[in-house]
């Protein structure tokens, strides 16, 4: 299914050195390099489910919550998705969200996916069938556009 290691579970399935390392790589990115303080901690982790991606041996490259039906949206929703800045352009954010995409469908069945995407994606989540649905707005001072993938 995949060329790299990765792991897929609920939230109370992490393990401390898991939820740690997920952790630091969400606030190394969207609080740090993105210079966006925001709680990260939003009490949707424990209604997710955990996508890590491994490139090397625990070495966390890549990350996305699947979050359940009703949570955020109606719909699935895809969320905090991230890269490590020393794994971009390595092909690894495709291969992750191809991952995503396919761990959701295995839980959730075929059903139709929502996302709120920061703008300047939008073509790159194109690529997977994303639709933009929303006209842009700010969530924590980033422009962002609600997507769907519609089944």
């Given at each position: 299914?995949?060329?790299y290691n990765y792991?897929f579970?609920q939230?109370k399935e992490l ?8 952790m630091v790589l ?5 609080v740090?390099?993105?210079d966006?303080p ?8 424990q209604?997710?489910?955990h996508?890590?991606v491994?490139p090397?041996l625990?070495d966390l490259g890549?990350?996305?919550r699947?979050v ?7 719909e699935?929703?895809i ?5 490590a800045?020393k794994y971009r ?6 291969e992750l969200m191809d991952l995503s995409?396919?761990?959701t ?6 059903s139709?996916i ?13 690529k997977f069938g ?5 006209e842009?707005?700010?969530e ?5 556009i ?6």
């Open positions: 299914m995949s060329k792991t579970k939230f393990t401390i050195n898991e939820l740690y390392d997920m969400r606030q190394e990115v969207f740090v390099e993105q966006c925001y709680v990260d901690a939003d009490n949707k982790d209604k997710s489910h996508l890590m491994y090397q625990n890549a990350y996305t699947i359940e039906p009703g949570v955020s949206y109606d699935v929703s969320g905090r998705v991230i890269t800045p352009g390595t092909g690894l954010g495709v995409i396919k761990v469908e295995s839980v959730y069945g075929k139709s929502r996302i709120s995407a920061q703008e300047h994606l939008q073509k790159f989540y194109n994303f639709e933009k649905v929303s842009v707005y700010l924590d001072n980033i422009p962002h609600e997507m769907l993938r519609s089944i």
